[in-house]
């Protein structure tokens, strides 16, 4: 199991940081090469397409916990991506939010996803932390 953990302070309340985290039709705005649809409900699918064009992966999904608007947690069904995922909104001050996004995935490809997980990790970290950047640059902007 491989665990990623990444923060991303906000300045903006944690409703409106929420409501933009959830607003799955805009994902695309902020998240990396990702385009997403999904549900707001426990039990609910959320589908998540990785890349460019028709060359990348599609994350599917379940909700297992939403307690708005301070976390979520989903479970990665795809076939590359399996195990779990979630983010939390907290408020760290009157206005201020600060977004943490965990994954806690199986990795895919056997010996050589484990292998390449040192290599792959701090890729998808920069590619998760340049995303939340740019998702709290739209939140601060809107506020």
Same mark, same amino acid.
């Given at each position: 199991?491989?665990?990623?953990?990444?923060?991303?302070?906000?300045?903006?309340?944690?409703?409106?940081?929420?409501? #933009?985290? %959830?607003?799955?039709?805009?994902?695309?705005?902020?998240?990396l090469l990702t385009k997403a649809t999904g549900g707001a $409900?426990? &039990?609910?699918?959320?589908?998540?397409?990785t890349g460019i064009g028709r060359f990348g992966f599609l994350?599917?999904?379940?909700?297992?916990?939403?307690?708005?608007?301070?976390? #979520?947690? %989903?479970r990665h069904t795809g076939r590359i991506v399996r195990g779990?995922?979630?983010?939390?909104?907290?408020?760290? $001050?009157? &206005?201020?939010?600060?977004?943490?996004?965990?994954?806690?995935?199986?990795?895919?490809?056997?010996?050589?996803?484990?292998?390449?997980?040192?290599?792959?990790?701090?890729?998808?970290?920069?590619?998760?932390?340049?995303?939340?950047?740019?998702?709290?640059?739209?939140?601060?902007?809107?506020?």
């Amino acid at each position: 199991m491989a665990e990623l953990v990444i923060s991303c302070d906000v300045a903006a309340p944690r409703d409106k940081v929420w409501a #933009a985290l %959830v607003d799955w039709e805009d994902h695309d705005r902020w998240m990396l090469l990702t385009k997403a649809t999904g549900g707001a $409900a426990v &039990g609910e699918p959320i589908e998540a397409f990785t890349g460019i064009g028709r060359f990348g992966f599609l994350d599917t999904m379940t909700i297992t916990v939403w307690e708005p608007p301070h976390r #979520a947690v %989903v479970r990665h069904t795809g076939r590359i991506v399996r195990g779990s995922g979630s983010f939390e909104v907290q408020e760290t $001050a009157p &206005g201020c939010s600060r977004i943490v996004w965990s994954e806690w995935v199986d990795l895919p490809f056997g010996v050589l996803g484990k292998l390449g997980w040192p290599l792959v990790r701090p890729l998808l970290k920069a590619g998760v932390s340049f995303s939340l950047r740019r998702l709290a640059n739209h939140v601060e902007t809107q506020t």
